[in-house]
């Protein structure tokens, strides 16, 4: 095989499972210390709970990753996270979440090892959020989370110093409630309102402009220059204020143009209309869009116009992401009729365009989610062999993590629609397909076809099983 062949063959596999966040949809990146507790409270010993060492290594990566490479905003750090904003337009690395997740980690780690001056380890998630009112949420509660781990972390520290082991102090803390937790600290000559800002409610990283006296040297007049800097806000203002801080960053952000994706590119030449709707066509693709007050993105109905006249694709677009029916003319002679999520550029991939048909829910390829956070039910195309899934749900620590937005899980899932739901459930009943019911820790369980139930690593039982 040549090499240009193996190439093309080999990247398939490597690129295969590419996600590309939708452009306008605001991104933070979320970087977490690995194994910082050891690190800071044993091996180098930082003054606890707080160290202004450790706060200024926080400090210095996190101005760092403001200026790596992205269109970075804003940085909001506390303990050892650091949330990071993205212009809602940046494309770095054509907004591939694996390129995010990666290179972000990446950075964050090689800039907390130079500070600290030990090998050090950061990870990253993406939240991936619609409106600048939930951006203006997001920092919100990344700030009262500050505020409570400041607390507990004052109050079980005293408690290690007044002679209480790790265990025993932090038994003690999960007891008590805020009011207490204040008065104790209180009683020790700790008034809690009176600790340093940053300690209490985190600080921030941003771009700040500074104007710089200077003289022009050929004419020898005064001059003044505008320089944008890097700047630590060591002292934020709380709460709503600071909410209403990140809604006014995002005002000076543009917001003059929507895009649309489609078989044949990305279309940047149709402005958001206004008023809030418009028709748009150019041949190949007809788009009617609405956008929301408040909002950044587009809603609206489109379809996809097949070369031949026919109808290819058409469905409800909303918040960067489309889904609807699909057709899709494999030849002149044969239509595949079914339900389609797509993502980024459009790229009609096996592991999202997924046919309702019969040979597609047969029990080799589907499995059946019940789940119980929101009454919703689901249709899950696994992107591995059943056997594998089985190990995976086992070695699963936990499902807290889907209790508000539905369950992520390895593959494709679709909700299931009003007008499935009677072959749902039929198929539900019929007890041949593997069967996942989502709730709490101690009410998930996987369903065999045989009757056998399969209980994933955080339920309270699972060791029973073994």
């Known amino acids: ?39 800071t409270k044993e091996v180098m010993r930082f003054e606890a709970p707080y160290d202004e060492r450790f ?49 972000l980690a990446g950075e964050a780690s090689a800039a907390i090892t130079h500070a600290l001056g030990r090998p050090a380890c950061m990870d990253s998630r ?22 409570r781990n400041c607390l507990n972390s004052h109050a079980c520290w005293l408690l290690r110093r007044l002679g209480r082991d790790a265990t025993a102090a932090h038994n003690e803390i999960e007891g008590l409630g805020v009011e207490e937790k204040t008065t104790l ?10 600790l340093p800002a940053w300690q209490r409610r985190g600080f921030a990283v941003e771009w700040r402009e500074e104007e710089k006296a200077g003289m022009d040297p050929r004419t020898g ?21 600071y909410g209403q801080l990140i809604l006014t960053l995002l005002r000076s952000v543009p917001d003059d143009e929507s895009r649309m ?20 066509d150019d041949g190949m693709l007809r788009v009617h869009i609405e956008r929301k007050p408040g909002t950044r993105l587009a809603h609206g109905f489109c379809f996809l116009q097949h070369p031949s006249g026919r109808r290819s694709w058409q469905g409800w677009f909303k918040e960067g ?19 389609v999520t797509e993502f980024g550029d459009a790229e009609y991939t096996p592991m999202h365009s997924r046919p309702l048909d019969g040979a597609a829910l047969s029990p080799e390829r589907v499995i059946l989610i019940s789940e119980e ?59 041949l397909h593997i069967r996942l019911h989502l709730h709490e820790d101690d009410d998930s369980v996987l369903h065999l076809p045989g009757g056998e139930t399969v209980l994933h690593q955080g339920h309270p039982e699972a060791a029973l099983q073994l």
């Open 373 to 431: 956070y929101g009454y919703r039910s689901w249709w899950w195309w696994p992107d591995r062999p059943m056997a594998e899934i089985i190990c995976w749900w086992k070695d699963l620590p936990t499902v807290e993590q889907w209790s508000l937005s539905g369950p992520v899980l390895p593959g494709s899932t679709i909700e299931v629609a009003e007008d499935e739901s009677a072959a749902f459930h039929q198929k539900w009943m019929d007890h």
């Open 221 to 241: 007049t005064a001059t003044v220059t505008t320089r944008r800097r890097l700047q630590t806000i060591l002292d934020l203002p709380d709460g709503a204020e």
């Open 261 to 280: 994706h489609h078989l044949a590119g990305t279309l940047t030449h149709f402005q958001v209309p206004a008023p809030i709707e418009d028709f748009y």
């Open 321 to 339: 992401v489309r889904s609807g029916q699909w057709v899709y003319w494999k030849d002149t002679d044969k239509a595949h009729v079914g339900e």
């Open 55 to 103: 706060r200024d290594a926080i400090a210095a990566t996190a101005r760092h990753l403001m200026n790596c490479g992205f269109r970075a905003l804003h940085a909001f750090c506390q303990s050892d996270e650091i949330s990071l904003l993205l212009h809602p337009r940046d494309g770095t690395f054509q907004r591939k979440e694996r390129k995010l997740l990666s290179v």
């Open 1 to 39: 095989m040549k090499f240009d062949d193996l190439d093309r063959e080999m990247r398939r596999f490597e690129t295969e499972r590419d996600w590309q966040v939708p452009e306008g949809v605001f991104i933070i990146a979320r970087m977490d210390g690995r194994g910082f507790t050891r690190l």
């Open 185 to 194: 600290l209180a009683g020790h000559g700790i008034v809690f309102n009176e």
């Open 126 to 147: 993406l939240c991936l959020l619609p409106d600048s009112a939930r951006v203006a949420d997001y920092f919100r509660w990344r700030m009262e989370d500050a505020r």
